[in-house]
Nanobody, 124 residues
Framework: QVQLVESGGGLVQAGGSLRLSCAAS????????MAWFRQAPGKEREFVGG????????YYSNSVKGRFTISRDNAKNTVYLQMNSLEPEDTAAYYC?????????????????WGQGTQVTVSS
């Protein structure tokens, strides 16, 4: 069982930056592929980015590529999402997720554990 707790959300102006963190419980964090998803009001939850178990490989959706960076610190059981050049369209609840699968999937069903989410609001 893994428990995930996100933090770092808030209100920011367009063009600004935020860094989200997701702290995981348990001693097997490094065995999980980690990802960030987001869900805007009235929209489906969508994949934002994912990172391999070791952190050597990262994947991003086209909408955030070049602006967002996902990283992890296995010694601290934490995954991060650095968000730069934020746009009003990035406004959403952001969720981290953990998967026992060996590769990064972009579909929700591939993830076994989810955090409660943290709200990011970007004003224009």
């Amino acid at each position: 069982q893994v428990q995930l707790v996100e933090s770092g959300g808030g209100l920011v102006q367009a063009g600004g930056s935020l860094r989200l963190s997701c702290a995981a419980s348990g001693r097997t964090f490094s065995s999980y592929v980690m990802a960030w998803f987001r869900q805007a009001p009235g929209k489906e939850r969508e994949f934002v980015g994912g990172i391999s178990r070791s952190g050597s490989s990262t994947y991003y959706s086209n909408s955030v590529k070049g602006r967002f960076t996902i990283s992890r610190d296995n010694a601290k059981n934490t995954v991060y999402l650095q968000m730069n050049s934020l746009e009003p369209e990035d406004t959403a609840a952001y969720y981290c997720a953990a998967s026992r699968n060996g590769v990064v999937f972009t579909t929700q069903g591939a993830y076994d554990y989810w955090g409660q989410g943290t709200q990011v609001t970007v004003s224009s």
